[in-house]
C-alpha cells in the first residue's frame, strides 16, 4: 500500500465525506489529527478572486487584490501558445500566492452562440484553437503546486435556463465539437480537476452524468484527477455519487444538508451507495493533494501582483488586439505629430474587472483606454474626452451590511441618465476635431454570467451615435471593446478603421494605446466569426437558440458551428475566423509536400514580409474545412522564412459517429492568414 491508501485506511466514514463537499463556499473540510488540510478553491478565469468569508458571500480580504489578466477571448486571439502558458503561470502564481488550492478556470465551452453571457470568459468557436491554448495555459498553472479547473464539463453554451437546460447532441458534434478542448485538458495540459457543468446533457445532469464524468473523462481519455462539480450542480446524492463525481460544491451555507453530506452519510450506512464508490473518491482528493505537494514541506509558494505578472498581462493584452479594418493605412496614428485627439465612448473610461459574476475580480488599478492613450501622449497633446452616451453606473454593495450572492447581485445598478447632451456635444467635438477616436462596445452589464444577450445589437444607441459622428467626421476610428460580437452592420461599411479588443486585463489600455499609436504592430486574430447579422449563426437561424417550452435544446446545427457553418452555408461574415490585420503585409508562397514518413505528411511553405514594418504573422493550415495546425512567428520586414507543418492521422480524422476515421486518399489543405482569407491551396495523400 502506498502513503495515499494507507492514509485512507486511517480515516472514519465521517471525515472520508468532510472531505468531498463544502464546508464553506470555497473550501473542503481538512482532517487535521491526520494532517489532512482542507482544499481550497477560487475562481477563476482571468485572476484570483477576492476573499470571501467563509461562509457568506461576503467579502473579508484586506490583501487580496491581484493581477487582472486578459480575458479568455482575449487570451485565444493573441493565437500564442507560448502566451498561454505565460499567463498560466501567472495565474497559478497568484492562486498559490493567495493560498489556493484550486483556480477554477480556465472556461473553455464553445461560443455556439454570440449571445452567450460568458462568452467572454471563453476562448472560441473552433475546438482546435481552445485546445493549443487550453493546454499551455494548465501548464503553466499547475507548475505552482496549484490545480487548475477546465469548465464547465460539458456544452454549457448558453446561461439562458442554464440550471436545467438539457442539451440534445448528436455524437459527431459531441466530438468533433464540444469535447477536444476538454480532452486536451486533460490528456496535454494533464488538468488536475475538471468542473462539471450546470446543464444537462442527453437528460441527465452533467454532474451525474456517467457517459461523461466515467465513459469519457475516466475510462476514454485516462483522467486521474478530481470532479468538481460547478457550485449548485449537483441535485442528488445516489445518482451522483455513483457517477464520477468527486466534490461537491455550492453557494449556500448549509453545508451539512449538501447531497454530499449527510444525506450520503444516510446513504451509504443504509447501503444505497457503497463506500467503496466514497473511497474512489476520497481517493481522488487526497492523490490530488500529493499532486499538489500538499503533503511535503516544500510546496511551492507563489507570489501575487507582482511586476512582472504585470508585464505578463501586458505582453498577452498587446497580442490580442485585433485590426480589422484599416482603409487608406488611417492608423497607426503619428503619436510624435498628433496636437489634439477627441476620444468618444463609455468604454474609454470604464472598469470593467469588478463585476461579470463568478470572474470578478478585485483588482489594485486597471488602465482604461482613455488613461492608456493620454499617459502615452503626454504634455504635447490635448486629448478632449466626450463620453457620447449614457451607460449604467454601478455601486458595489457595502460588505459589511450586505450579504451577496454569486449571480451578480453585488452590485447596485443605477439605470443610464437621459443623455441627448452628451451626444450633442460628441457630435459637435468630432466635427472641430481632425482626429476622433470612438471606444464603445459592450461591458460586463451584458458580458455576464445567468444572463444572454437577446441580440447582438449595440446597447445605448451606439449605432445611431457612431451614424452621426461618421457623417461629421468619416475618418472616425472605432475601437469596439466587448467579450462577443456586436452587429456592426450599420456602419461597418462605411468607418475606415476598426480595432477590437476583447477584456483584456489591468493593462489592456496601455496595449491599445500602442496599438493606436503605432508602438506595437497590432497581431491579434478573431478567434470567432463575426456576422453581419445574428440569423447568419447556426444556431439562430434554425431557432435553436435557447432551447424550446420543453426545456431542451437541441444542437440541430451539429458540427456546423462558427466558420463551418458559414463555409457550408456560403454565407459572407462581416469578418471571418482567423481575420487580423497588421500595419504590414505578409505573403505566402511555396506551397510543398516535402516528405511522408511515419510521422505523418510533411508540407512546407514560405512567408515573407513585404511590407514596411517589423510584424507577427499567423499563418493558419485548414484540412478541408477544419482548422487544424497553426503558426505564429516575427517576421521583421524584408524577410521571409519557411514554416514546416506536419499533419498525423488526427488531422485528417473526423468522427462517424461512433468512431474517429481518417479516410485514406487525398485531403485538400488550405493555408491562409483567416479562414476566407487562403492563399495556398493543395493535396496530402494520407495513406
Ligand atoms: C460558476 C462557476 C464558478 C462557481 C464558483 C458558478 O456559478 O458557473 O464558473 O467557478 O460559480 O463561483
Given at each position: ?73 482575449a487570451l485565444a486571439a493573441t493565437w500564442n501558445v507560448e502566451l498561454a502558458y505565460k499567463q ?505 509536400v516535402y516528405k511522408y514518413d511515419i510521422f ?88
Amino acid at each position: 500500500m502506498n502513503k495515499i491508501e494507507i492514509l485512507l485506511t486511517r480515516l472514519t466514514l465521517e471525515e472520508k465525506i468532510g472531505m468531498i463537499h463544502g464546508a464553506g463556499i470555497f473550501e473542503t473540510a481538512g482532517v487535521p489529527r491526520l494532517g489532512i488540510p482542507p482544499l481550497k478553491f477560487s475562481d477563476g478565469p482571468m485572476g484570483v478572486r477576492n476573499e470571501f468569508m467563509r461562509d457568506r458571500w461576503v467579502p473579508c480580504g484586506k490583501n487580496d487584490a491581484i493581477t487582472y489578466l486578459p480575458s479568455g477571448g482575449a487570451l485565444a486571439a493573441t493565437w500564442n501558445v507560448e502566451l498561454a502558458y505565460k499567463q498560466g503561470q501567472v495565474l497559478g502564481a497568484e492562486a498559490r500566492g493567495r493560498g489556493k488550492d484550486v483556480i477554477l478556470g480556465p472556461g473553455i465551452n464553445i461560443k455556439r452562440t454570440p449571445l452567450c453571457g460568458r462568452n467572454f470568459e471563453y476562448m472560441s468557436e473552433d475546438p482546435h484553437l481552445i485546445a493549443q491554448i487550453t493546454a499551455p495555459l494548465i501548464r503553466g498553472i499547475q507548475e505552482s503546486d496549484v490545480a487548475a479547473c477546465v469548465k464547465h464539463f460539458a456544452v454549457n453554451n448558453q446561461e439562458t435556463k442554464r440550471m436545467t437546460i438539457d442539451v440534445k447532441i448528436d455524437e459527431k458534434a459531441l466530438r468533433e465539437i464540444y469535447l477536444p478542448g476538454f480532452e486536451a485538458a486533460v490528456k496535454e495540459g494533464k488538468t488536475h480537476t475538471v468542473m462539471c457543468a450546470y446543464n444537462k446533457f442527453r437528460g441527465h445532469y452533467a454532474g451525474h452524468s456517467t457517459e461523461l464524468l466515467d465513459r469519457i473523462l475516466r475510462d476514454e481519455w485516462g483522467f486521474e484527477g478530481a470532479v468538481v462539480s460547478d457550485w449548485g450542480a449537483v441535485h442528488d446524492t445516489e445518482e451522483a455519487a455513483k457517477a464520477g463525481m468527486d466534490i461537491e460544491m455550492s453557494y449556500t451555507s448549509d453545508f451539512d444538508d449538501y447531497y454530499f453530506a449527510k444525506p450520503l452519510l444516510a446513504a451509504v450506512c443504509d447501503g444505497r451507495v457503497s463506500e467503496a464508490d466514497i473511497d474512489k473518491k476520497v481517493l481522488n482528493v487526497l492523490r490530488l493533494m500529493e499532486k499538489l505537494n500538499m503533503f511535503s514541506g516544500n510546496r511551492k509558494r507563489g507570489c501575487y501582483n507582482i511586476p512582472e505578472h504585470r508585464k505578463a498581462a501586458y505582453n498577452v493584452a498587446a497580442e490580442s488586439i485585433i485590426l480589422l479594418k484599416n482603409e487608406g493605412n488611417l492608423l497607426p496614428l503619428n503619436a510624435e505629430k498628433l496636437k489634439k485627439l477627441l476620444i468618444v465612448g463609455d468604454n474609454a473610461a470604464r472598469f470593467h474587472a469588478e463585476i461579470g459574476g463568478s470572474a470578478e475580480l478585485k483588482v489594485l488599478y486597471e488602465i482604461h483606454p482613455l488613461l492608456g492613450i493620454s499617459g502615452r501622449l503626454g504634455g504635447n497633446c490635448e486629448v478632449t474626452y466626450a463620453r457620447g452616451y449614457a451607460a449604467e453606473t454601478y455601486e458595489l454593495f457595502d460588505p459589511n451590511t450586505h450579504d451577496i450572492s454569486p449571480e451578480l447581485n453585488n452590485v447596485i445598478i443605477y439605470p443610464p441618465k437621459p443623455d441627448e447632451d452628451l451626444r450633442e456635444e460628441a457630435i459637435k467635438l468630432a466635427g472641430e476635431h481632425e482626429n476622433v477616436i470612438f471606444i464603445g462596445g459592450l461591458n460586463h452589464l451584458q458580458d455576464r454570467e445567468c444572463f444572454d444577450r437577446e441580440d447582438m445589437i449595440l446597447p445605448y444607441r451606439q449605432d445611431e451615435l457612431i451614424e452621426r459622428l461618421l457623417a461629421v467626421n468619416p475618418n472616425m476610428i472605432i475601437v469596439m471593446h466587448a467579450g462577443s460580437p456586436v452587429d456592426m452592420s450599420r456602419w461597418a461599411n462605411r468607418a475606415k478603421a476598426i480595432m477590437w479588443s476583447y477584456y483584456a486585463g489591468c493593462e489592456g489600455g496601455h496595449a491599445l494605446a500602442d496599438v493606436l499609436l503605432g508602438g506595437l504592430n497590432p497581431s491579434g486574430h478573431l478567434p470567432e466569426t463575426f456576422a453581419v447579422k445574428l440569423t447568419d449563426y447556426a444556431a439562430h437561424s434554425i431557432g435553436e437558440f435557447p432551447g424550446g417550452e420543453d426545456g431542451k435544446v437541441r444542437y440541430l446545427e451539429g458540427d456546423k458551428v462558427g466558420y463551418r457553418h458559414f463555409d457550408a452555408a456560403d454565407i459572407e461574415p462581416l469578418f471571418p475566423f482567423g481575420h487580423g490585420l497588421s500595419y504590414t503585409q505578409f505573403e505566402l508562397s511555396e506551397f510543398k509536400v516535402y516528405k511522408y514518413d511515419i510521422f505523418g505528411s510533411h508540407i512546407s511553405c514560405k512567408v515573407e514580409n513585404i511590407g514596411n514594418c517589423d510584424g507577427k504573422v499567423t499563418v493558419q493550415l485548414y484540412v478541408g474545412e477544419n482548422l487544424r495546425v497553426f503558426k505564429k512567428i516575427t517576421l521583421s520586414y524584408g524577410k521571409q522564412e519557411t514554416l514546416k507543418f506536419t499533419l498525423t492521422p488526427a488531422h485528417f480524422a473526423h468522427h462517424d459517429g461512433e468512431k474517429w476515421v481518417a479516410p485514406l486518399g487525398k485531403h485538400e489543405i488550405r493555408i491562409g492568414f483567416s479562414s476566407r482569407d487562403i492563399r495556398l491551396k493543395g493535396t496530402v495523400n494520407y495513406e
